[in-house]
């Protein structure tokens, strides 16, 4: 019988997980392993907020693929998928072609604008290293603008959406903007943070008291709150909010919302704002083979209607189940279901301060912050062992 092809589609927290656990469940003449990724590197998005505000080099954010993998087990392609084609179990590259006989999918997802208007084509994104790397550079351009041309929009960045990422970034502007504005001799009282949400609190799923603390926390750093208020309208102006406020700021980065990536979406595998609905198997609905998992994925409790918010927690798990149950799956044996456990979760406001839930733990300030580096010190340490904890983990 011919060997098995698995291919892996993204080298994210789930793609990664999966392929590391499969070179250690499968033997060496079990399976032809492929793993596709459009870098030739890992970003952690978990820490996108920080180089995207300058407060650390996109390098600390990223780790060469080809480092973290066993290479001679799994043959690493650096491309970019353009489609999927499940009848025909082919996925087409922009240079190549694969067949697979067992496809995971762990492209992770893209941003939800809700239809706003204008941001698409006038927002920034926290997506990837060159996004942020954008961010920061142009933030940073508008800074020196306001030297020859003191408009107030150069010093005003919108950040849209106050959830997770929206939060974790206004953090990290509020420690780093006072030091741009020593750098490009500014006046300080002319700097605005201003975050904008449509639901009517930050952080919304999160414990009222870690809530007051990040907003206390944030507005005696200068941040404005404009909660409950829609963005309407994004221009290369600023933006307009519901009710016909106008904001002018020539740096307004959207963190509202992401949604599935588009080529799963275009597959024909059936999908829910871009994202698959899987069984207890983490399979895509109507195909035995094809895995879904990570942001691409959606899973509902067993005991509730809403799914799990889309993290780097849920997708690690599920690499990690993959990587070790999928060889029985492959073989047709039955395995018992994926069962996310949530550790609990930790948002940073900056380097210094964070808030968060661990087990039934409420933490604020420093001791939040010290747990959050501990979380992606592991994360480090499940991708490159302890050599890597060395070379990219900070305390
Ligand atoms: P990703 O990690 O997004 O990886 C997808 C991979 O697929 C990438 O390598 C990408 O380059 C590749 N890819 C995409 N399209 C293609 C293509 N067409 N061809 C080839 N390759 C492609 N979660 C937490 O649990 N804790 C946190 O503290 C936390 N903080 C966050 C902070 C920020 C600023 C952001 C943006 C997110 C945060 N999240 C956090 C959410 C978390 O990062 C995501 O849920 C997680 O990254 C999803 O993992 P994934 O494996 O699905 O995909």
């Known amino acids: ?58 390098d600390h954010a990223r780790v060469n693929i080809a480092s973290v993998i066993n290479t001679n087990r799994v043959n690493f392609v650096e491309d ?10 082919k ?41 942020v790397r954008m961010i920061r ?5 508008m800074f020196a603008r306001y030297k020859n041309d003191p408009k107030e929009e150069y010093l005003t960045i ?3 959406g106050a959830g997770f990422t929206g939060i974790e970034y206004v953090g990290e502007l509020v420690d780093r903007l006072p030091e741009l504005c020593r750098e490009y001799d500014l006046p300080q009282e002319k700097l605005r943070i201003v975050n904008i949400e449509a639901a009517p609190t930050v952080l919304p799923g999160f414990d009222q008291a870690l809530v007051d603390y990040a907003v206390e926390y944030l507005k005696g750093k200068g941040v404005e709150f404009y909660l409950g208020v829609p963005i309407e309208e994004c221009t290369k102006d600023g933006v307009v909010l ?57 899973v509902i409790p067993k005991d509730g209607e809403r799914p799990y918010p889309p993290t780097a927690q849920i997708s690690t798990q599920q690499g990690q189940y993959l990587g070790k149950h999928l060889p029985q799956l492959m073989r047709g044996e039955s395995v018992h279901a994926f069962q996310y456990a949530p550790k609990g979760t930790v948002a940073s406001l900056g380097n210094r301060v964070a808030i968060g839930v661990v087990g039934s733990k409420k933490l604020f300030g420093g001791s ?7 979380i992606d010190l592991r994360w480090l340490f499940l991708l490159g062992g302890i050599s890597l904890v060395l070379r990219k983990g900070k305390l």
């Open 242 to 298: 519901k009710g016909g406020e106008e904001i002018k700021s020539s740096t307004v980065v959207w963190t509202g919302g992401v949604r599935g990536n588009k080529i799963v979406e275009e597959s024909g595998i059936e999908t829910m704002r871009g994202r698959v609905k899987v069984d207890e198997n983490l399979r895509a609905p109507g195909h035995d083979n094809i895995y879904v998992l990570g942001d691409s994925s959606l």
């Open 91 to 131: 996925v087409y590259l922009e240079n190549n072609t694969f067949d697979y006989d067992h496809l995971v999918i762990g492209l992770g997802s893209a941003p939800e604008t809700f239809g706003i208007k204008g941001l698409l084509e006038n927002a920034f994104f926290i997506r990837n290293i060159d996004s």
């Open 368 to 374: 939040a912050s010290f747990m959050k580096k501990i």
């Open 1 to 58: 019988m011919a060997t098995p092809k698995i291919l892996v589609l993204g080298a994210g927290y789930g793609g990664l997980m999966t392929v590391k656990g499969l070179t250690k469940s499968l033997g060496a003449s079990d399976a032809e392993i492929t793993l596709v990724n459009q870098n030739p590197y890992h970003y952690f998005t978990t820490e996108l907020h920080k180089p995207a505000a300058g407060t650390a080099h996109h």
């Open 137 to 141: 550079e142009h933030m940073e351009y």
């Open 80 to 89: 970019r998928v353009v489609s999927i084609n499940p009848s025909e179990k």
């Open 158 to 160: 919108v950040v849209g």
